[in-house]
């Protein structure tokens, strides 16, 4: 595990399927969770630079999901269900009443299935290249095919533990733009390998289980228009990963929603972008706190 940043406090909670480590940062002001994404992410991953700004002026409470970074081993299928859970009782533990949630990729699809669930729980709502809201992905049978087949999984895990250069490319294919250098993309490069060297397979239990056949098993958007509180959100111009159209679409099934495109970032602008990102970020949760 790398260091956390400075003022930043590492624990976990123990639940009967498994351990949840978790980062806690600030001493007052409202709460608010960061959840990071699936494949080869956690939460220091996600959220390094973006802890300490919202630090200043709330209570950051930043897990690593079950399956994933500290939290592992866990027993049992980490689906949808099981995050909404796991958030469900990590709140309580952490005797947060209601929250702010920010959710990237995969934690954009647990952050608005937890609000859809529990309303009263959540103040606000911001979502990043979210999941969960399409009916079906690009390509998807292919999608499909390689999350079933534990060869490819577990073969790039394993390679992209051991090559650096390997994760560099899939980074910028993937992740970023490639147009303009990551400020701490080597630092990134460490990160993920080394946790592909500690998994099993570089795919998520929410990303076998979300992926049906012919269509997504996990799909908010029917039911987007049942959030009442305040969302925002934020997508990469040039994101790859999940099309800025799912974005536009469910921002306008939520009345209220903003929508904030950051130009010149792929699916992980919180650190391609991350001052922009963090200054969207900042300004939209201390209006609402």
Not at 208 to 235: E, K, Y
Request: net charge positive.
């Amino acid at each position: 595990m790398t260091a956390p940043p400075q003022g930043v406090e590492v624990d976990h909670v123990e639940f009967p399927a498994g351990k949840i480590r978790y980062y806690r940062a600030g001493s007052s002001g409202p709460a608010i969770v960061l959840l990071h994404g699936g494949g080869l992410d956690n939460a220091m991953l996600s959220w390094r630079h973006t802890i300490p700004v919202l630090a200043e002026d709330h209570r950051v409470y930043v897990p690593d999901l079950p399956g994933q970074g500290g939290s592992r081993p866990w027993h049992g299928r980490a689906n949808q269900r099981t995050f909404e859970e796991v958030l469900r009782w990590l709140l309580d533990a952490w005797q947060v009443r209601d929250t702010m949630i920010v959710g990237l990729s995969m934690g954009g699809s647990i952050a608005t299935g937890f609000t859809l669930r529990h309303p009263r729980r959540v103040r606000g709502l911001v979502l990043v290249g979210s999941g969960g809201l399409v009916p079906r992905l690009d390509h998807h049978l292919l999608s499909y095919l390689a999350t079933r087949v534990d060869f490819v999984g577990s073969a790039s895990a394993k390679l992209l533990a051991k090559h650096r250069g390997l994760v560099r490319r899939q980074l910028a294919k993937r992740l970023f733009t490639g147009d303009r250098p990551v400020p701490d993309l080597e630092s990134i490069v460490d990160e993920v390998s080394a946790e592909a060297g500690q998994r099993e397979s570089v795919f998520s239990d929410w990303q076998r289980d979300s992926l049906g056949r012919r269509a997504m098993r996990v799909n908010h958007g029917p039911h987007l228009d049942q959030i009442n509180c305040p969302v925002m959100f934020i997508h990469g111009e040039q994101d790859t990963a999940v099309p800025i159209s799912s974005s536009r679409q469910a921002a306008t099934a939520i009345s209220g929603a903003q929508l904030h495109v950051i130009p010149g970032a792929g699916h992980w602008p919180n650190r391609e972008k991350a001052n922009e990102f963090n200054a969207l970020l900042r300004e939209f949760v201390n209006s609402r706190a």
